[in-house]
């Protein structure tokens, strides 16, 4: 059984190639492949260069989100620092009337 299925294939497999000699025989379609594989491959090497440009714009777009991350927890922190001066602004301004008020009662 193997044998016959073994045959099938070479008999496909010459078919395949008898198939292949015609149509390499006009030189048309030589002329055609020959084209094909031209535009493949300048298509190929613009989809590369393309590729290459895409990766440095990402890279370049990551180091810009970076440096902008970093910017935005420095202003947070600055922020953060900001609010805490006046909570302690006001705390001490507290202090400070609580302070006079003890003084005015001890005249």
Known sequence: MEESSRMIDVEKLISYSDDLVEVLKDKRDISNITQCFQ?????????????????????????????????????????????????LHKEFQEELEKELRLKEELR
């Open 39 to 87: 535009h493949f491959n300048d298509l190929r090497s613009h989809c590369d260069s393309d590729s290459k440009e895409i990766y440095r714009l990402l890279q370049e777009y990551e180091e810009k989100i970076e440096a902008c991350k970093k910017k935005t927890e420095q202003a947070k922190s600055e922020v953060a620092d900001a609010a805490e001066m006046d909570h």
